[in-house]
């Protein structure tokens, strides 16, 4: 074979759109002068009840079309559970919930009219933390929570402000807390993180004279934003077949874009102004209080070690503060809920994990799903843990690293990694085990050490599915509705059909979906799209490549199993001068001696959906049903240099290696891991949501929430691949995408321990909190 | 009180009607159509909306349509005048953005850049696009490019 088109450095097919301006995103598009725009009126209370909403002043307003309430859409809507109003009925339960809508002919008319729609409160309690309230006799957030449909794998404490409690537990943790020589017990805290894409969100929706609901979202989920659409409006007899959702590039999701936030509010306003596409986009403050928020968390941690180091308990409770809604975020819960061991193969275990609602913006699905939040404090533990016992923390990750074949915490088995590789190099990039100096006697130089792990969290049925057709000029297109996020899926996608078909990757057209002409993706979410839908690019790739070869078959008699594709053309073993290019019959067939033709337009089609997975489990204990697919897992180090005086600290040198089993793009692997690494540094660094005691979001904007620019980038960054082959993925691969930045904040917290001997429990890390425990440290 | 004002956007005379408080970002968008200026915060935070105002880069969300009068506007549809430059080629090659949104207002910072400084430096290129939020990438993939691009000329990319 000649060049293969898996695992080579392509450069992105998407490459020349973005730097040329080309690329389109929702906004972008023209709908013409009939555009109507939307603003929403929004609460200013976290918890009260809906007395009276007068919009007469509004309507009045020239340019005014129509105002809306909840009273013209009384209807729930959510992924996991439906718990979520497309307006708020009775009553709101965080500052910034949709109350009504106004639509008009101008945008500045629709911001000016939703200010003068009068709404009368009557302000009840509100709980904004998950400790009170979980406590007896809390104002409940959701006093119907016991009568909300939900998927099975969810367990609701009705009547209670628990939305959710996942509890998994393997061995007996008394007696390996007794066995223990050192047990080590902390509580850590994480606060509530948003995405920050650079584009908000947007939704344009159109229901036309016909009847035709076509939705266009800056989204992550195109199929599953269509399956609930329908399932919210289908008072208003609508169906999946009635509705279409396009998704044209996406500005940055990080998770926030996934399922459906405003976008519910988009569709149901063009059902009210039918014949008119009606578009409503978020501004920056909304994008950080209306969309869903990292949930905070508040972990408490035991972990027991005999004195070689070995691991032989660890206890587990997660409390997250999951906010006013948690249809998507009760899921983060769950995921955590059974993986928060970490890489490690405990004998003994016991997490639980708490989803509390509380009248905060929602939470939801952030890249890391729960595992960032739960490894901060995890892997601060680890290595405390490595220290109190006189180990070295990176020979204790050694010993107690998970292997393939190992019990996971519910019971099923551990999938073939590099963890003890990625364990390795990580520690021999950052030279673990020396000691590093500044010139500047102000500062010292610390090392943090971190692993990490995260398996995709879906339901046991996700599926992808793939449609492929050649071209006249042997050109392929392929139909799928994973998105690009900027991930470099639709190269990928590219690349693993060039890899089967012998076409450069150049000649490989890929789209962003649109749920009427590319088939059924379930979301792109859980750095599981290169495995799923990429098994499914393959799928259809090897059925069209069946189809060339039974066309050149019986047209020119090769026997079946001699025919192999190279350089866009068909070859035979056992004729080496047969050498028919695809573009010469692709479409149009090959002729016969007498002038009939056999074979026609080549199509290939493929699905996939794995089949192993079950969520059917013992709700005491998780054992018995095997939720994940497969982990991907690594290791990170870091060398920090911290200034005493002043607390600031400078990333000298950031490593992360993971195990993607097959890099299907090394350039979009390393791309994740630069990328990664700095959104988690971010975390642990610089940014955190701030509320008032009412509840209102303080820092929502970039002014007051700062992510990092190109002046906060570590000195160096070390991407690091390994590749052991994930057995049922493409090629080997496995996913990557939200695991490099999972590792970021323990190490970074490890590496300030380990320069100043201060052990921070509480994110962020700022320059601020570093100095003035400092102070306090004297 | 509508004002006429004409202005040069990429080289061509557009004369056109503005209200006094329409930004020059929804100018642009709205009202002429060219979209590679984003809406990414509306306040000068995130460099999305970034245009080339007499050759100097500026936030056109925070710049009414009428201090531009007489001046020349360039987007990233305008830069290109024998094909891309080379700094376009070679973030093509290095596959530097991930999401894109933010490209259009990190090239133009990086156009600008050269235009002043034609051999600038690894900190020159962070300095200046150190205006445009980038979530994705890291920024370094984009500083790699942008020196490389200045240093050797690219072997390949997109054509124009």
């Known amino acids: 074979m000649t060049d293969s088109y898996v695992g080579t450095r392509e450069p992105r097919i998407d490459g020349l759109d973005k730097v040329s301006g080309a690329a389109e995103f929702v906004d972008d598009l023209d709908f013409g002068p009939d555009l109507l725009h939307a603003a929403v009126v929004e609460s200013p209370h976290a918890h009260a009840r809906i007395l009276d909403i007068d919009a007469s002043a509004a309507e009045a307003i020239p340019g005014v079309v129509r105002v809306v309430t909840g009273r013209d859409f009384p209807y729930t809507f959510g992924l996991y559970m439906k718990d979520r109003y497309v307006f708020a009925q009775d009553r709101v339960r965080f500052v910034g919930e949709q109350v009504a809508a106004v639509i008009a002919r101008d945008p500045k008319i629709a911001r000016r009219a939703a200010a003068a729609v009068n709404v009368t409160y009557e302000e009840l309690p509100a709980v904004l933390d998950p400790k009170p309230a979980r406590a007896d006799g809390s104002p409940l957030v959701h006093p119907d929570l016991g009568d909300y449909p939900h998927v099975p794998w969810f367990f609701p404490h009705g009547g209670t402000n628990v939305a959710h409690w996942r509890k998994t537990r393997k061995g007996d943790v008394d007696a390996g807390f007794a066995a223990a020589d050192v047990v080590l017990e902390d509580t850590y805290t994480v606060p509530r993180y948003a995405h920050c894409a650079i584009e908000p969100h947007v939704v344009v929706a159109k229901q036309n004279q016909a009847g035709r609901l076509t939705v266009w979202t800056a989204s992550q989920s195109p199929y599953i934003q269509?399956?609930?659409?329908?399932?919210?409006?289908?008072?208003?007899?609508?169906?999946?077949?009635?509705?279409?959702?396009?998704?044209?590039?996406?500005?940055?999701?990080?998770?926030?874009?996934?399922?459906?936030?405003?976008?519910?509010?988009?569709?149901?306003?063009?059902?009210?102004?039918?014949?008119?596409?009606?578009?409503?986009?978020?501004?920056?403050?909304?994008?950080?209080?209306?969309?869903?928020?990292?949930?905070?968390?508040?972990?408490?941690?035991?972990?027991?070690?005999?004195?070689?180091?070995?691991?032989?308990?660890?206890?587990?409770?997660?409390?997250?503060?999951?906010?006013?809604?948690?249809?998507?975020?009760?899921?983060?819960?769950?995921?955590?809920?059974?993986?928060?061991?970490?890489?490690?193969?405990?004998?003994?275990?016991?997490?639980?994990?708490?989803?509390?609602?509380?009248?905060?913006?929602?939470?939801?699905?952030?890249?890391?799903?729960?595992?960032?939040?739960?490894?901060?404090?995890?892997?601060?533990?680890?290595?405390?843990?490595?220290?109190?016992?006189?180990?070295?923390?990176?020979?204790?990750?050694?010993?107690?690293?998970?292997?393939?074949?190992?019990?996971?915490?519910?019971?099923?088995?551990?999938?073939?990694?590099?963890?003890?590789?990625?364990?390795?190099?990580?520690?021999?990039?950052?030279?673990?085990?020396?000691?590093?100096?500044?010139?500047?006697?102000?500062?010292?130089?610390?090392?943090?050490?971190?692993?990490?792990?995260?398996?995709?969290?879906?339901?046991?049925?996700?599926?992808?599915?793939?449609?492929?057709?050649?071209?006249?000029?042997?050109?392929?297109?392929?139909?799928?509705?994973?998105?690009?996020?900027?991930?470099?899926?639709?190269?990928?996608?590219?690349?693993?059909?060039?890899?089967?078909?012998?076409?450069?990757?150049?000649?490989?057209?890929v789209e962003t979906p649109d749920t009427d002409r590319t088939p059924y993706e379930w979301q792109t979410v859980a750095s599981h799209i290169t495995w799923s839908c990429g098994n499914a690019v393959h799928a259809a790739a090897v059925e069209a490549r069946e189809r060339i070869f039974d066309v050149v078959h019986s047209a020119r008699g090769y026997e079946d199993g001699s025919l192999y594709l190279e350089d866009e053309k068909v070859k035979c073993d056992t004729d080496p001068d047969f050498a028919l290019p695809l573009r010469d019959f692709v479409i149009t067939g090959l002729e016969m001696e007498d002038g009939t033709w056999r074979g026609g337009p080549i199509v290939g089609s493929g699905n996939f959906m794995p089949e192993f997975t079950s969520a059917h489990s013992d709700p005491e204990t998780s054992q018995g049903g095997h939720p994940n697919v497969h982990y991907t897992v690594g290791a990170a180090g870091v060398v920090l240099e911290i200034d005493v005086e002043t607390g600031k600290m400078k990333v000298r040198k950031a490593v992360l290696a993971v195990d993607v089993g097959k890099a299907i793009n090394p350039a979009m692997v390393e791309g994740q891991i630069t990328g990664g690494i700095l959104q988690g540094l971010a975390t642990v660094l610089y940014e955190d949501m701030r509320f008032d005691e009412s509840g209102r979001l303080l820092n929502p904007n970039f002014t007051d929430y700062k992510i990092p620019t190109s002046l906060d980038t570590p000195a160096e960054v070390i991407p690091i691949i390994i590749e052991v082959p994930q057995p049922d993925g493409p090629f080997g691969a496995r996913g990557v995408g939200e695991h490099t930045m999972i590792p970021a904040a323990p190490m970074v917290a490890n590496a300030v321990a380990d320069a100043t001997g201060l052990r921070i429990t509480s994110m962020p890390i700022t320059a601020e909190k570093v100095a003035l425990s400092l102070l306090e440290a004297v | 009180m509508r004002h006429e004002i004409t202005f040069t956007l990429n080289g061509e005379s557009r004369p056109i009607d503005v209200e006094p408080n329409d930004v020059l970002l929804d100018v642009l968008r709205t009202k002429l159509g060219v979209k590679s200026p984003k809406i990414g915060c509306e306040r000068g935070d995130c460099g999305s909306c970034t245009v080339l105002l007499d050759g100097e880069s500026v936030r056109s969300c925070l710049v009414l349509a009428v201090e531009v009068d007489g001046h020349d506007i360039t987007t990233v549809e305008g830069i290109e005048h024998d094909g891309l430059t080379a700094v376009q080629e070679m973030l093509i090659e290095q596959s530097s953005f991930q999401c894109g949104f933010c490209a259009p207002g990190i090239v133009l910072a990086a156009v600008e850049l050269i235009e002043n400084n034609p051999q600038p430096t690894a900190a020159d290129v962070r300095e200046a696009i150190s205006g445009n939020l980038c979530r994705c990438t890291g920024y370094e993939p984009i500083v790699e490019a942008v020196v490389a691009a200045v240093r050797t000329p690219p072997t390949s990319g997109g054509s124009a």
Not at chain 1, 349 to 375: A, M, Q
Not at chain 1, 420 to 434: C, K, L, M, P, V
């Open chain 1, 226 to 509: 269509r399956d609930l659409f329908a399932e919210a409006l289908q008072p208003l007899g609508l169906s999946h077949q009635d509705i279409r959702v396009i998704t044209p590039y996406v500005g940055g999701g990080f998770g926030g874009k996934a399922g459906v936030t405003m976008e519910i509010i988009g569709a149901a306003l063009a059902t009210a102004v039918k014949g008119h596409a009606v578009k409503l986009r978020w501004t920056r403050e909304q994008e950080f209080y209306n969309t869903y928020q990292r949930q905070g968390l508040r972990a408490r941690l035991k972990v027991g070690a005999t004195k070689d180091g070995t691991i032989t308990a660890l206890e587990h409770e997660l409390l997250w503060d999951a906010g006013a809604y948690v249809e998507y975020g009760a899921n983060v819960v769950n995921a955590a809920g059974l993986s928060a061991t970490g890489p490690y193969r405990i004998p003994n275990v016991s997490i639980d994990s708490l989803c509390i609602y509380t009248n905060l913006p929602p939470g939801g699905p952030y890249r890391g799903f729960g595992y960032s939040e739960f490894h901060f404090g995890l892997e601060s533990h680890m290595t405390r843990l490595a220290d109190e016992l006189g180990i070295d923390p990176v020979e204790f990750r050694r010993i107690n690293a998970i292997r393939e074949g190992d019990e996971l915490p519910y019971g099923a088995s551990m999938n073939p990694s590099g963890l003890r590789e990625a364990i390795d190099q990580t520690a021999a990039a950052i030279n673990w085990g020396e000691e590093e100096q500044s010139a500047d006697p102000h500062v010292r130089v610390g090392k943090g050490f971190a692993l990490f792990w995260k398996a995709p969290a879906m339901p046991p049925n996700a599926s992808s599915a793939s449609f492929l057709k050649f071209n006249e000029d042997g050109s392929v297109n392929v139909a799928v509705s994973g998105m690009e996020i900027g991930q470099g899926y639709l190269t990928a996608m590219a690349q693993i059909a060039a890899e089967v078909l012998s076409v450069p990757p150049s000649k490989i057209r």
